[in-house]
């Protein structure tokens, strides 16, 4: 079992940036890939940024690719999602996934935090 709580969200003027951090318990978060999505009321939810295990790997969607930087720091069961440049159509409500080693899909999901960027 992994529990994440997501931080870091907030209101933000176009073009500023944010730092989005996700604790995870349990001792197998090395060896979790850890992914962002966001979602907004009456959307589905879309795929941000995913990060390896060791942080050696990272995807990003397009939309954002350029602008959020995805680290992780294992020592303290923690990944990061910088977020520079951002624009109105940021907003949204950002989540951490934890997908186990082996498996391909996000067994484990926080609770999520708001970002909402202001025109």
């Known amino acids: 079992q992994v529990r994440l709580v997501e931080s870091g969200g907030g209101l933000v003027q176009t073009g500023g940036s944010l730092r989005l951090s996700c604790v995870a318990s349990?001792?197998?978060?090395?060896?979790?890939?850890m992914g962002w999505f966001r979602q907004v009321p009456g959307k589905g939810r879309e795929f941000v940024a995913a990060i390896s295990g060791s942080g050696s790997i990272t995807s990003y969607a397009d939309s954002v690719k350029g602008r959020f930087t995805a680290s992780r720091d294992n020592a303290k069961n923690t990944v990061y999602l910088q977020m520079n440049s951002l624009k109105p159509e940021d907003t949204a409500v950002y989540l951490c996934?934890?997908?186990?080693?082996?498996?391909?899909?996000?067994?484990?999901w926080g609770q999520g935090t708001q970002v909402t960027v202001s025109s």
């Open positions: 996934a934890a997908r186990p080693s082996g498996t391909a899909r996000y067994d484990f």
């Open positions: 349990g001792r197998t978060f090395s060896s979790n890939y």
